[in-house]
């Protein structure tokens, strides 16, 4: 096929009508120029520029190649200057996916701002627990909490998360607190994504591990209600520490088994790919590292 870049050098030596100046505009030796066009020319078998030593002149051919040629090569380029504008400058459309826990307000309210300070971006925002195909599905990043499996896909830390076993005042002036894990099978608990209202509470201490069963009243995708139920001592719940650092100082919360909590967890952004980032990402993943999240504690500043 025809070198595209040879094109692009006839053309600009049509548009000068000569070579010396068509090699400025490009940045390269008049010799290279005049090559390239040598090279277009018997690539397609016509004379394309009649060259003297006063002036270049086109030929028939020429006139007419240059034509046809001249109007696409610049909307080609004019694709090109689009393409680069928008990997440069944050804007255009950024496909989100997020898990169910983060579709609440604390998260709203941080997208929220994060669009009216980058008023040229425009979100599509996937709320679900599914693993999307970020590939197929065209998404520019996820959020995923735990443990990630290998995968082509690029994964960066942006937080981590640890819980508590909590209860309220309330619930506990009624009942004898917990001395050991095993003890929670006995107490009502409000569940995370309970499954018929009980779940199995991962717990670790010094090296020991141990999975507890526990049932309760109340079970829900997110962790503001569990809480909002916890506070209202209808049972004791196994609470990010950001949930409940605060309201144990205050002593609004009493944190029960204090040698126990679960497993460290690590939250992660994940993107398809970590070359040619556009802007739009890379602003949206800088203002996630930094925010103050409800859900994790940021792994900077």
Known sequence: MTDLN?????????????????????????????????????????????????KLTLTLQGRAYYSQCSEPLSQLFDAEQ??????????????????????????????????KRHPRIEVDLFITNLFVDLIAENVDVGIRFGEMPDSTIVTQRIGKSVRYVVAAPDYLDRRTAPEKPEDLQNHRCVLLNGRNNEAE????????????????????????SVAAFVYRGHGIGLLPSTYCDEQIKRGELIRLLPDWSSPEIFVHAVYPTRRYLPAKLLVFLDELKAWKSPLWIPLRG
């Open 6 to 54: 040879d094109i692009a050098v006839f053309v600009k030596v049509a548009q000068f009508e000569s070579f010396s100046r068509a090699a400025r505009s490009l940045g390269m030796p008049v010799s290279t120029v005049s090559r390239k066009v040598s090279a277009l020319e018997d690539q397609l078998g016509v004379t394309l520029i009649q060259r003297t030593t006063r």
């Open 82 to 115: 689009v393409l680069t504008q928008t990997q440069k400058q944050a804007e255009g459309l950024l496909k989100l996916s997020v898990p169910v826990l983060m579709g609440q307000e604390p998260f709203y309210e941080f997208l929220s701002a994060f669009l």
């Open 201 to 224: 509470w991962h717990l670790v201490n010094s090296g020991k591990s141990l999975k507890q069963h526990v049932s309760g009243p109340l079970s829900s995708r997110d962790f503001q």
